[in-house]
């Protein structure tokens, strides 16, 4: 152990330039702004002396930063030996944090990638990913661990949560301009974590396809019409481009699924039954969906579906439905 010293700094004596312990990010909390307004601070930072006479702060960044802000000039601090390693200030920090709250995805790299200059792999994963809630991997490990560099935009987003991690490491893999055309498009419009990452991969697939970058695709003169057909609610203009996306990642399915539709009306359907085919068109298996509200308008139905069922129309719609294969699906 080792003891600190109860000192009154200044916050002009303070090296705000050396974030070399910072590993908060993100907006400062207003329920913190207000406490130290209404009560002035509580809990007092922890710093360590330079030799240029100034302070590094080790904890309680966001405390001086919110003093900053309001302009409380002399805050009470408690001061660590300079002889200090900053291994042990860096420690000291982490575990600072992550015993007061939940780092968010941000924060969690910065913990990694600040400690990676110190500890081989093996052991920052087996002690500093526990501590951070996240699982012992060393795939895990990478994918936060390449969240550091990401532009301050998405960063941003990250650490807001306006943005999900899994999203952010299929970012990371992307060219800058390209990630960003994404992060523009995903705080847009409201697309789940899901479909976001659905999206990506279908914009890679008409990338590769048309010889295109992913931010082309998605300035295109159709995405950008859709994106700005602001007369439509936003979840609306969502699912255009998603469906817009997928023709163009496959039209060939998208046209044989139009003639299908364009088929099934000429078959003449009874009302309340559809016809449902196997998944892009491949397979024996057909459905054969049915809604009714009484026994009569079941037996009606069947009965119009026993008709249809020897005429050709119908075999000839289910035969030509192989014309669409798996490789011309992913072609």
């Excluded at 600040?114 to 990478?142: G, H, I, N, R």
């Excluded at 992060?183 to 789940?192: A, D, G, K, V, Y």
Aim: with cysteine; glycine share 4%.
């Amino acid at each position: 152990m080792f003891e600190t010293e109860s000192r009154s700094i200044q916050l002009d004596q303070i090296d705000w330039n050396d974030t070399s312990c910072l590993i908060t990010y993100g907006p400062l909390p207003h329920k913190l702004l207000l406490s130290i307004q209404t009560v002035g601070l509580i809990a007092p930072p922890l710093l360590q002396g330079k030799k240029n006479g100034l302070f590094r702060i080790v904890c309680g960044s966001r405390r001086l930063a919110a003093c900053k802000k309001i302009g409380l000039d002399l805050s009470p601090c408690q001061v660590l030996p300079s002889f200090l390693e900053h291994q042990t200030c860096l420690r000291l920090a982490i575990y600072d944090n992550v015993a007061q709250r939940t780092l968010n995805p941000v924060e969690k790299s910065l913990v990694l990638a600040k400690m990676a200059k110190y500890l081989e792999e093996p052991q920052l994963v087996d002690e500093f990913m526990p501590v951070l809630d996240l699982e012992p991997s060393v795939t895990l490990f990478d994918r936060y661990l390449g969240l550091h560099d990401l532009e301050e935009m998405i960063l941003d987003s990250l650490a807001t949560g306006r943005l999900n991690e899994r999203i952010g490491f299929v970012l990371a893999k992307q060219e800058k301009e390209d990630r960003l055309a994404y992060l523009r498009l995903f705080e847009e419009l409201p697309f789940s974590v899901s479909v976001q990452e659905e999206l990506v991969e279908t914009v890679e697939d008409i990338s590769r396809r048309e010889n295109l970058t992913p931010q082309q695709v998605l300035s295109s003169k159709e995405v950008t019409t859709l994106r700005q057909a602001h007369e439509s609610p936003a979840r609306q203009r969502a699912q255009k481009i998603r469906k817009y996306l997928r023709d163009r990642c496959n039209p060939r399915l998208t046209a044989r699924r139009e003639r299908f539709a364009q088929e099934t009306r000429q078959l003449g359907l009874p009302s309340g039954v559809r016809l449902v085919p196997p998944p892009y068109f491949e397979g024996p298996k057909w459905i054969l969906e049915c809604t009714f509200e009484r026994a009569e308008e079941l037996a009606s139905r069947l009965r119009h579906m026993v008709l249809l069922a020897d005429q050709p129309k119908l075999q000839t719609i289910m035969e030509s439905a192989s014309g669409v294969s798996s490789r011309e699906v992913g072609n």
